[in-house]
């Protein structure tokens, strides 16, 4: 799915990708986003020149593995569902499963089933809650956006801040990055109006309520 010259995707509406590969496609994470929301697909067959074409793809992925794609608070492109255990090893009634439904009159049912389901106050963008895509966001959390959410948020010189962030992950474990480094990661939560900026004297101070005079990051 991932190479260069992989065509599988090109023409298609529904692609179903089994045993999908949590570390492929974190790497590929921008890539991935990009299938999903562009307008136009293009592949490159080997030995041949690249075609474009419009994109319809939609994606499901089936795995064993945790978390097959990076999901963080926000994320609209990924919805993660976790299935049951209850019919693990319950051989007689997979076999009535099967009998249902693997033929084409259970096809047929299932298939007018979902044709008849009303969908006129459906809303794509807002996923349904569960337990398990909230953990995995949870377990998503960088180490700033950790030491944010439990920062008092009073007003501090970023060296200050960043002193407060490297004591907080030393204390969790967690790996941190310089002073320059944090100022990017800062960058986001700025945008976001999460937390605020003021230059004094040449100094950054950041706290999570807006200062007199302080500026946007547009600014």
């Known amino acids: 799915f991932w190479e260069k010259h992989d065509t599988g995707r090109f023409g298609k509406f529904f692609v179903k990708l089994e045993e999908a590969n949590g570390y492929l496609n974190r790497q590929n994470v921008g890539d991935m986003k990009s299938i999903i929301t562009s307008r136009t697909i293009t592949v490159n067959p080997k030995g041949d ?5 419009s994109n319809y793809n939609r994606f499901l992925m089936t795995t064993n593995e945790g978390c097959p794609v990076k999901i963080e608070e926000g994320s609209r492109r990924f919805m993660l569902s976790a299935c049951s255990t ?16 693997f033929n084409a009159e259970g096809a047929e049912t299932v298939g007018r089933y979902l044709m008849n389901i009303d969908l006129s106050n459906f809303e794509p963008s807002v996923f349904p809650e569960n337990s398990y895509l ?31 962030y490297a004591q907080y992950c030393t204390e969790n474990s967690l790996q941190y990055v310089s002073l320059t480094g944090f ?29 007199n005079d302080s500026v946007s990051l547009a600014e």
């Open 86 to 101: 209850d019919k693990i090893g319950d051989i007689t009634y997979w076999k009535k499963v099967r009998a249902l439904l």
């Open 183 to 211: 100022g990017y990661k800062l960058l986001v939560p700025l945008r976001d109006k999460k937390i605020f900026k003021r230059v004094i004297e040449n100094r950054a101070h950041y706290s999570k309520k807006p200062m």
């Open 134 to 164: 909230q953990q995995i966001k949870e377990n998503e959390k960088s180490a700033e956006q950790r030491f944010l959410e439990q920062w008092d948020g009073a007003a501090l010189q970023i060296s200050e801040l960043h002193l407060l």
């Open 49 to 53: 020149k690249p075609i474009t074409s």
